[in-house]
């Protein structure tokens, strides 16, 4: 009679004890089994498999300094350590990648990408202004950006506290960052005040005509239901809106270089691109004034 334990058609000279074989056994016939089970990990991390060649053991840790910019967690790094901990010298490969260097934002000159992408940044850090420094609606209404003079002084805000938050800022830069939030309050209590916006309804904000142009339409008031809606659908109309403009400006340079492409063909006397003959600037042959055939 069979029990659990016994293996139906076992060979009886065979002297490995019967059962199946351990998942993490190697193969017997490869030599330099790493021991330790994080060096297994790690060679599987490595895209090793069993019946691979194994690699030089002792240059685990060559390949380990190889392969720190692709590990995809501290938690996988850990778990790869002796211990299941990162040591302090793996402090260095967990951080992240440099950061690129703080720089002002021209909203005028911004492409559709990059907008987009800087719309959702401001969007977090004003809502992290928001809360964190319990900004009244005279402050910052929740319609700031449909009011350009809003987007500006707080895109110039977040940029200040970038730079002066970074890893070599220096100590003092959060105290100065404080002193520019004062004064920004000020100026955003003033723009709030003159644009009219609330934070039960908005308006665009007032625009004075000069002499000779045609007057501005009066603003219409418009109740404000749902912020975080109306935000996405200003950021998809202001992307869309650059990305026709880039259209029309690129559509222009594919023009204007066909026409230079067309006169340069023409002035050397080559076929142009849509395989018409070049226009001669010289006479036709035939007979001149005097009756003489010249051709």
Do not use: K
Not at 45 to 74: C, F, I, K, N, Q
Not at 126 to 139: M, N
Request: glycine share 6%.
């Amino acid at each position: 009679m069979s029990g659990p334990d016994q293996v139906h058609g076992a060979d009886p000279d065979d002297p490995r004890p019967p059962g199946p074989a351990p998942q993490d056994e190697l193969p017997a016939a490869q030599s330099g089994v790493p021991a330790d089970a994080s060096e297994l990990s790690l060679l599987r991390m490595l895209g090793w498999r069993h019946g691979d060649p194994l690699p030089d053991v002792d240059g685990l840790d060559d390949a380990t300094d190889e392969t720190s910019d692709v590990l995809p967690s501290p938690t996988i790094r850990a778990a790869a350590s002796p211990g299941g901990a990162a040591t302090p010298s793996d402090a260095d490969l967990l951080l992240p990648a440099e950061p690129e260097p703080v720089m002002p934002i021209n909203w005028n000159t911004l492409d559709a990408d990059r907008a987009e992408h800087e719309w959702w940044q401001l969007d977090a850090f004003v809502y992290w202004l928001r809360d964190d420094f319990g900004l009244t609606p005279q402050e910052l209404p929740p319609i700031w950006h449909r009011h350009p003079e809003l987007v500006w002084e707080l895109s110039a805000l977040r940029t200040s506290w970038l730079a002066g938050h970074a890893e070599d800022a220096h100590p003092g830069s959060p105290l100065m960052w404080l002193r520019d939030l004062g004064d920004t309050r000020r100026r955003l209590r003033d723009w709030v005040q003159r644009c009219g916006t609330t934070l039960a309804e908005d308006r665009p904000t007032r625009r004075t005509t000069w002499p000779g142009e045609d007057p501005a339409p009066s603003p219409v008031p418009v109740a404000v239901t749902d912020r975080a809606a109306d935000f996405a659908a200003f950021v998809t109309d202001d992307v869309a809106r650059r990305r026709q403009i880039e259209a029309e400006a690129q559509a222009e340079i594919e023009r204007i270089r066909t026409e230079q492409i067309s006169r340069l063909h023409r002035s050397w006397h080559l076929p142009t691109p849509d395989g018409d003959s070049p226009a001669s600037d010289e006479p036709p042959a035939g007979p001149d004034a005097d009756g003489e055939d010249r051709s």
